[in-house]
């Protein structure tokens, strides 16, 4: 639980840096994003595995987002990711790629790839 920063580099060459805040219990939650309309998200846990997913839209265009990972200290994880961007029912480009996440107010961050 609590507020982690996430690097994520995509095979479409893209990086992304992006906060998600965990609500819930150390075994399953939401995603809380505040006030921002349209995005939701949950997760599980089961030992030192994570599996969160996020979704995002409005209308007939979303973008779904698959993580899994493991943790590798109370402060530290990393994993996989997989997204699609769905317009009208069909799915218009999809990517891959792998991301590393610190938790606010643990250890400095930096990219561990």
Do not use: C
């Not at 992304?16 to 505040?34: I, P």
């Not at 990972?69 to 999809?94: C, P, R």
């Amino acid at each position: 639980t609590g507020t982690w920063h996430f690097y994520e580099y995509r095979d479409t060459g893209s990086y992304l840096d992006a906060t998600y805040t965990f609500v819930g219990t150390e075994k399953q939650g939401q995603l809380d994003f505040g006030s921002v309309a349209g995005v939701s998200g949950e997760y599980t846990v089961a030992g030192d595995r994570i599996f969160f997913k996020i979704t995002a839209g409005r209308g007939i265009a979303w973008n779904i987002h698959e993580y899994s990972g493991t943790f590798l200290s109370n402060d530290l994880m990393k994993g996989t990711l997989k997204g699609e961007h769905i317009h009208a029912g069909q799915v218009t480009s999809s990517w891959s790629g792998v991301w590393n996440a610190r938790k606010i107010g643990g250890r400095p961050y930096r990219a561990i790839f």
